[in-house]
């Protein structure tokens, strides 16, 4: 499967995916999916970055919506799991690289503010969370513009809310949104809005509590040898227990079970 993406030169160039465990993947580096997303703004693409880890294969299980968020022809899931790496590895696959939300959050805001004409719109968190992200990351990144932030309220988000807050995120001038939000809601309201929007969205969860400096975030070190996901696992037991332990066990499970091929 192949999309198209317009890169920094102006020159198209084609987007090669794979499935890893029946979950469909983009193999970027970090410095290529900033590219890929810093392109897909200027240009008013409608994009979806979807973070992929070893809990993506439990996740698609248990919501066909989601499952079919990773397939949308809108949708680039990127590694984010040592899991997923691991295991394109060994089936032979030697261009697959991490691309950590947060990392890549970060990045896209220090690349940006060399054009500076790609504001943010940080949606989603506990109340003031994303307007502490923005400030974090503008302190790191001085420059940087940012449209605007909102926090609305948790639970679903009904055609009446959604329709409220694409109008803000419109109004605002924005050319990127970020989604702070748990998965899988924020994969599956990004592809059900990213045309209305015209512009990537990037699905990064716990990201903005981490840039926030509201939740640890694994020394450099550990996050280097791939074990982020035990420290996270010790720092937040009880709500991360089965998303690590029982989510690892299901995709190993699938990469056997499905290969290369899409999940059925």
């Not at 896209?108 to 060399?114: N, Q």
């Not at 009446?160 to 001038?173: E, T």
């Not at 696992?233 to 990469?255: K, M």
Request: hydrophobic content about 45%.
């Amino acid at each position: 499967m192949v999309g198209r993406a317009q890169g920094l030169s102006g020159v198209t160039t084609p987007l090669r995916s794979l499935h890893l465990a029946g979950l469909k993947i983009t193999p970027l580096s970090l410095d290529d999916a900033v590219a890929s997303f810093l392109a897909d703004a200027r240009a008013r693409r409608p994009r979806v970055y979807i973070f992929v880890n070893g809990y993506s294969a439990e996740l698609r299980r248990k919501n066909p919506a989601y499952a079919s968020a990773l397939e949308d022809e809108l949708s680039i899931g990127v590694i984010d799991g040592a899991a997923l790496e691991l295991a394109g590895r060994l089936r032979g696959e030697r261009g697959l690289h991490r691309c950590p939300g947060p990392d890549f959050f970060t990045a896209v805001a220090e690349a940006s503010i060399d054009g500076g004409d790609v504001p943010f719109f940080l949606l989603g968190g506990n109340e003031g969370v994303a307007q502490q992200a923005a400030d974090a990351l503008s302190a790191q990144s001085p420059g940087l513009a940012v449209a605007g932030t909102l926090c609305p309220q948790f639970g679903f988000w009904d055609d009446q809310l959604s329709s409220r807050l694409v109008a803000a995120v419109h109004d605002s001038h924005a050319r990127a949104l970020w989604l702070g939000i748990s998965a899988p809601k924020q994969e599956i309201w990004a592809v059900a809005h990213a045309e209305e929007l015209g512009m990537p969205i990037a699905c990064v969860g716990a990201a903005f509590d981490f840039i926030a400096g509201n939740k640890p975030r694994a020394p450099k070190v550990v996050r280097m040898i791939r074990l982020e996901w035990l420290f996270r696992l010790v720092t937040e037991p009880q709500r991360l227990w089965r998303r690590y332990l029982v989510g690892n066990a299901i995709f190993i499970f699938d990469a056997i079970r499905f290969g290369d091929r899409p999940a059925t």
